[in-house]
Structure formats: C-alpha cells, structure tokens
C-alpha cells in the first residue's frame, strides 16, 4: 500500500536479543540501577545465605541427624502433626467460608469479623490462651477436675493438633473465600436445571471450582505449621518438633547441625508445592463464562443445612472469642483465677516500660519492614515486567522464592550466614528487618506484578517519549495507579510482621526484643499475666496503626473486609 507520492510506509522493527536488552538498559541508567539493585539485594539475602547453609554442614553433622533417633522422630512429628493441622484448618476454613457464602444464617457479619481477630494476635498467643484454658492450671482443666474429677492432659500432639488448627484457621478462610465469592452463580444454577441438586451440585460443581483455593489454602497453612515455633514449644511437651530441636542447636552453638535440620525441613515444604502442581495441572478450573450474571442469585443450602452451619461456625467463634477473653482478663488482673483483682500495673509495667520496648520495637521494626518490602516489591514487579534484561527469569524465580521457605529456615539461614564471614549483621536490628521483608515481600511483588500486567504500557512509554526516566515515570505515573494495591500489601504486610515469631526467633537480642518473643518467653516461664499484658498491647498498637492508616488511606485500607 502507497502513501501519497508513492512512498512506502516506514516500518519501525524492534531489535530482540540479549546484546539490544543490555543496550536499552545502558542507554537508560535508571532502570539499570533498579536492575543491579534488585540483584544485589536478592543475591546478598537470598542466594548468599541459601548457599551458605548448604555449604555449612560437614559429614559429622549428617552422620550425626540420621543416626540419632530423636531427630528422625521429630522429622516423622513435624509431618504428621503439620499435615493434621493443614488438613483440619483448610477444612475448617472451607466450611466457615461456605457458610458465609451459600447459606443464609444469620450474624455473618459478626462471623466475618471473628474470623479477623486471630490475624491480629501472634499464633504463640494461641498457644498461651490454650494454656491458660486447658493446661494444667487452666481454667477449664480445674473446672473439669472439680466437677468431674476429670485431669485434662492435652500437651503434645492432641494441644498441638487443637491449636494449630484455630492459630491458622483464618488464612485458610481467607484464602477460600476469595474463590468461593468468585464463583459464578450461572454455572451452579445450570447444574441445578440439568438435575443437580444438594450434595451432588456441591461436589460436580462447587468444590470442584473451589479445588484451587483449598488446595493453595491447604499450602499455606502446612508450610506456616511446619515453620511454627512458639506453639510446639509451649504446647508439645515431650512431643519434638523439627523447628523445636533447630532452636535448640543454635543455642548449643552447633550452627552445622542445625542447618542438616534446616534443609530437611524445607523437603516436606517443597513437596507440598510440587503436589500442589500436579493436582492443580490435573483439570481446568475456570470461573469465567463472558457472560453476565447480575441478578442471579447464588444457590443456597437448605434450612437443616443451615443449622449445622450455624452451629459449626458459634462453636468456632466460642473458641476463638476464649482464647482473646482468657488473655485479656488475665492482662487486667492481678492473677486471673486466683486474684481477680483488676489492675493496670500488667500494662503499664510491661507494654509502656522505656526498659522493655518489646511492643515498641515491634511496632518500629515493622513499619520499616513493610515499608522496605513493598517498595522493593514495587521495583522488582517494575522491571521485572516492563524492562527487558538477561537473567529475568531467575529474578523472578528468587524473589518469589522465600514464600516457599518455611520461616524458621529463612530465620536460621540469615543468622549462620551473617554470624561469621565478610557482612557481620549478628545481633543488629538489620537482620530483623532483612528476616521479616524477605517473608513478606514475594506477596507483594506477586500482587503487583499482576498489577502492571493489567496496566496498559503506552502510558508510560508516552512519558517516556515526553522525556520522562523510569525513576520519574516510576513515582509520576505507575505508583499513583497502584496505589490501591501498594496500600493493601502494605497493611498485610505490616499485620504479618507484627505478629512472626518463627522466622526471627533465632535473630533477636536484649537489645532487640519484639512482642511476640516476649509473649513466649514470660509464658515459658509461666508469668502469664505478663504474657498476657504484652499480647495486649501487640493487638491494641496493631490496631491503633491500622486505624491511623484508615485515616489517612481511607477507602484503599479495607481491614474487616473478608
């Protein structure tokens, strides 16, 4: 085809390969800086200390985990109390999510909000209400002796089993609900014209669309029960765990061996995400028709069904509202059970002592953590999405690699690797910081990447061409329309933060103290009130600082919305 006077048109090719990649990144220094950055940082905090931990064990530290029968006891222990806890919590999550979805019972509002609660304690807190509940001098444990001449003996793996399943319940909820709310109405009402009805439409139709996020949900919570500490460790009794006998090598000085217990804890992690891929390759599981459904209403269980639902969801509220009831008389009361005298002297000496800013330090630690883990998701999402460089794939790969180490390797990787060598960071609130970030910034840089990919390239490449640099057009033009979702991945990141144990246990100082440590410490050594006070104050500064960020976000913080 001719333009006028006969010309041909001017055809612009773009030159593809690895030398014209490195030539665009060269001619634009911002996005290479942001390049080398994203590889320094991954390389220095991810590659580094893997490798080390690899590298660290010798042949007596090998020889040493598979002859002692106590290690492979507590391997066979992590399997089997993590898998019963998985199991247990996805299924209780599933139904608390089916039943706000597909009944019509009343007080879903207040279910929602029931199921928030646990997000805003540490799972350790869990732990501490389960024994001030059902331990030995609990309060149920001495009801049930003096009524019944009943003694509850529920440590090990029954305790283990009862609180890691309310502990990790609501991340399985959340994680289901979304799928469930995404379903669409349509497909379940043709089911239903075809001559599908109750559990039938349930188990053709619903749960297998709903697979994915009981699957994913199912991933989650056993890779967070694998890494726990804290509840294992107050709970288990003589019933050894995996992550347990790793905090007690690193106190004996014997970084090698722990480290043989490190990389064993990652294979069952790994293997559940390699079944996850397979199951999940297996069949298609889309919810997208093209077609409208406004109007349609969702098909809903019947009455009898409902009851059960409605029973099933109370007895979940009942234990999850003890648990936070139990902690917070016992944090205003001189000694709850045996003094019930109400005091604030819990409080004020433990949460608001300039001498022991565990829930300062807390709050302090996570702001710049979350702070630091969305920003350098956002930059990783950035490049790794629209600027085209040798070695994507494998920045990709590390970034997202840390969501699928359980915690207390990221932990025990950063403190044997940044103990000894050229970067001392032993015993610094750096290390800290580097320990909750590389937790929680796959999550954000995942969201974001989804993000970009929604986001039409020719807006930037119009600043670009009106002279704009990808650091300009970076905070000009791509944060302002995400924010919405930075917000979201901040406040994530910020609850998550506040709340772990499991991956900085190994990482804390005097100097350092957070709240969640402190909660195990004092309930180790059974001053619960004061354990009490301290996951008082941890839930009462999370809120506050939720609360200021709804102020000033607003509508881009949504925090009971579930």
Not at 201 to 226: H, M, Q, S, Y
Not at 316 to 340: C, E
Not at 449 to 456: C, E, M, P
Request: proline share 4%; glycine share 8%; charged share 10%.
């Amino acid at each position: 085809m001719n333009l006028e006077g006969g010309r041909e048109p001017l055809m612009i090719i773009e030159k593809k390969g690895m030398g014209s990649s490195i030539g665009r990144l060269v001619k634009d220094p911002s996005s290479l800086i942001l390049v080398l950055i994203s590889f320094a940082v991954l390389c220095l905090f991810v590659i580094y200390p893997l490798i080390y931990v690899i590298a660290l064990p010798g042949a007596t530290d090998w020889t040493t985990f598979f002859s002692k029968s106590r290690y492979g006891t507590a391997l066979l222990n992590t399997v089997v109390s993590s898998s019963l806890s998985a199991l247990t919590a996805t299924v209780c999550g599933f139904i608390y999510a089916y039943s706000i979805h597909y009944s019509n019972i009343a007080g879903k509002k207040f279910f929602r909000f029931i199921a928030f609660l646990p997000i805003l304690a540490p799972s350790v807190m869990t732990g501490l209400a389960f024994l001030l509940l059902f331990g030995r001098g609990g309060m149920v444990s001495q009801t049930m002796k003096a009524w019944f001449n009943v003694e509850l003996d529920l440590y090990g793996l029954p305790g283990l089993w009862i609180v890691q399943t309310i502990s990790y319940f609501p991340l399985a909820y959340m994680t289901i609900t979304g799928v469930l709310r995404s379903i669409s109405p349509n497909l379940e009402i043709a089911a239903q014209n075809l001559g599908a009805r109750g559990f039938k439409l349930f188990r053709t139709i619903t749960f297998k669309l709903a697979l994915p996020g009981v699957i994913n949900a199912f991933l989650l919570v056993a890779i967070n029960c694998f890494a726990d500490f804290g509840n294992p460790k107050l709970i288990g009794g003589n019933y050894s765990l995996l992550a347990v006998e790793i905090y007690g090598e690193i106190i004996n000085n014997e970084p090698g061996l722990a480290s043989v217990m490190g990389l064993i804890l990652v294979i069952p992690a790994l293997l559940v995400f390699v079944i996850q891929s397979k199951l999940l390759s297996k069949g298609s599981y889309s919810t997208i028709t093209g077609k409208p459904v406004s109007g349609l209403n969702r098909v809903k269980t019947s009455r009898k069904t409902d009851i059960v639902l409605f029973i099933f969801n109370s007895i979940m509220a009942l234990f999850i509202l003890s648990m936070f009831a139990i902690t917070i008389l016992f944090a205003f009361t001189k000694n709850f059970g045996r003094d019930n005298t109400f005091t604030l002297d819990h409080i004020f000496k433990i949460v608001f002592n300039p001498s022991s800013p565990a829930v300062l330090n807390s709050l302090v630690l996570s702001l710049i953590s979350s702070i630091l883990a969305v920003g350098f998701a956002l930059v990783l999402a950035y490049v790794v999405v629209r600027k085209p460089f040798p070695g994507k794939k494998i920045l990709d790969f590390t970034a997202v690699l840390p969501i699928a180490l359980p915690g207390t390797f990221v932990g025990l990787a950063l403190i044997v690797a940044f103990s000894n060598g050229p970067i001392m960071l032993q015993g610094s609130a750096i290390l800290i910081i580097v320990a909750m970030l590389l937790k929680q910034m796959p999550v954000g840089y995942r969201g974001l990447t989804a993000s970009f990919k929604q986001v039409d390239k020719s807006i930037e490449e119009a600043a670009t061409n009106l002279g704009a640099d990808s650091r300009r057009t970076l905070t000009t033009i791509v944060f302002p329309m995400l924010q919405k979702t930075i917000v979201a991945n901040f406040v994530y990141a910020f609850m998550k933060n506040m709340n772990t144990l499991s991956t900085i246990v190994f990482l804390i100082t005097p100097k350092w103290v957070v709240a969640a440590v402190s909660i195990f410490n004092y309930a180790e050594t059974g001053t619960y009130y004061w354990a009490a006070a301290v996951a008082v104050g941890l839930m009462g500064t999370t809120l506050a600082t939720l609360g200021v960020m709804k102020l000033i976000f607003r509508s881009k913080v949504k925090i009971f919305d579930f």
